[in-house]
């Protein structure tokens, strides 16, 4: 990786949260409702849809792609009870 930096402008992939946001998931998407709009548990409950992010920007040519990963901290995660599970949703 740390050669392509010398060969070329590496494109990073977009804005995760927001793409996630156009697949008009519902709330027992997210394995409760009360965990909606915490997309970091769509890595747990659908991981198909955040493959399918990874993937999509990948062939749009993103040459660096990240992790569902934002806010799954502790701090972000209290707000939902789950903040115990900080290293699971970063695994």
């Not at 792609?65 to 806010?71: M, V, Y």
């Not at 502790?74 to 949703?89: I, N, P």
């Amino acid at each position: 990786m740390k050669n392509l930096f010398t060969k070329k402008i590496l494109i990073l992939d977009g804005a995760t949260g927001t793409y996630l946001q156009t697949f008009g998931l519902k709330p027992g998407d997210y394995g409760n409702p009360r965990y909606e709009g915490l997309n970091e548990y769509l890595s747990v409950s659908k991981p198909e849809v955040v493959s399918r992010v990874h993937e999509d920007y990948l062939t749009s040519g993103a040459d660096v792609i990240e992790t569902n990963t934002f806010g799954a901290n502790s701090a972000a995660l209290a707000e939902y009870g789950l903040e115990g599970s900080v290293q699971e949703l970063n695994a």
